[in-house]
């Protein structure tokens, strides 16, 4: 069971990001899917959050300017950031609150994918 991110990469400032992440795997359900980031010298931040049924929430650095989506037919989580500031430069890391069937128990875990570097420059 795993998760998969892509996309990141450089982007000019004002353009936008577009990223992806996948859940593999035996997995019975997901929870809440969401996106981190970690700038340089600073501490990892949650920026969005997506609940199963497509809630959303986003963190003040970026509402407004960000959508997180997901399709779970697919196990899948995106995230885009429109107008994106030299600030957003960062590694950012997808999560999942999976379940996961074992026999006749429900086991949850949490995931998280490898980071993939996003950096807004000139």
């Known amino acids: 069971v795993q998760l998969q991110a892509s996309g990141g990469g450089l982007v000019l400032p004002g353009g936008s990001l577009r990223l992806s992440c996948a859940a593999s795997?035996?997995?019975?359900?997901?929870?809440?899917m969401g996106w981190y980031r970690q700038a340089p010298g600073k501490q990892r931040e949650l920026v969005a959050t997506?609940?199963?049924?497509?809630?959303?929430d986003y963190a003040d650095s970026v509402k407004g300017r960000a959508t997180i989506s997901r399709d779970n037919a697919k196990n899948t989580v995106y995230f885009e950031i429109d107008s994106v500031k030299a600030e957003d430069t960062a590694v950012y890391y997808c999560n999942a609150e999976v379940n996961i069937l074992q026999g006749d128990i429900l086991h949850g875990m949490y995931l998280w994918g490898k980071g993939t570097l996003v950096t807004v420059s000139a």
């Open positions: 997506i609940t199963s049924d497509s809630i959303a």
């Open positions: 795997g035996s997995i019975f359900s997901i929870n809440t």
